[in-house]
Structures are given as C-alpha cells and as structure tokens.
C-alpha cells in the first residue's frame, strides 16, 4: 500500500479558494488511481473527486463539478484537489485515498487513506 499524507487545508472565506496536496510515498505512485473524499460534522465521507493513474480521465461529484479540479503530478508523487467557488457547505475533513483501480476509488473502497486535512468555509 502506499502511504498519504495530506495538506493545504485551512479556514478561507465563501467565494474563495484553497488547494489540498497530497504527497505519496512509493515508487509505484504512478501506478495509483487516486481521489478525494470529505467528511463534515455528522455525515457520512462522501466521495469528491477521483483521477485515473495517468490522469487521463476525472470524476467527480455533482455538489463540486465546475468548481474542483483535480490533477496529480507523477514526478513529485502528489495529486492535489483546486477548490474554487467555496461554499459553507465544503466545510469538512478532506481524505487523500488511492487504489490500483479508478472505479474502486469512486466507489468509495479505496485501499489506502490519508490522515485528513481540515477545510473550513465561513459565511
């Protein structure tokens, strides 16, 4: 498995931006789908955003579509998640995941998982 670690989480104002990095460990980085989940207060992680290990190919939810990006950088070993447009609703723990499998991420049973990085959008 490949270990994650997230950052570039913060607190930013409605209408702002932020973007996660998420830096793996590895050699077989390249090899990895890799995705973004979110977990607020009370809810259950949902999925956000995923990227084939090429990077070829995206995904993501209805709720971010227009307004995340993902992209992921096979040299440095990091995928990242831009956030434009944020709402309060954002508000959450953001999880790095990874799978040999982009469906598997999408659906949600990625095999490894970051620690978590806080977001948090004030009104």
């Known amino acids: 498995q490949v270990q994650l670690v997230e950052s570039g989480g913060g607190l930013v104002q409605a209408g702002g931006s932020l973007r996660l990095s998420c830096a793996a460990s590895?050699?077989?980085?390249?090899?990895?789908?890799m995705g973004w989940f979110r977990q607020a207060p009370g809810k259950e992680r949902e999925f956000v955003a995923a990227?084939?290990?090429?990077?070829?190919?995206?995904y993501y939810a209805d709720s971010v579509k227009g307004r995340f990006t993902i992209s992921r950088d096979n040299a440095k070993n990091t995928v990242y998640l831009q956030m434009n447009s944020l709402k309060p609703e954002d508000t959450a723990v953001y999880y790095c995941?990874?799978?040999?499998?982009?469906?598997?991420?999408?659906?949600?049973?990625?095999?490894?998982w970051g620690q978590g990085t806080q977001v948090t959008v004030s009104s």
């Open positions: 995941a990874a799978d040999n499998i982009v469906s598997t991420v999408v659906a949600g049973l990625p095999v490894s």
């Open positions: 590895g050699r077989t980085f390249s090899s990895y789908a």
């Open positions: 990227i084939s290990w090429s990077g070829s190919s995206t």
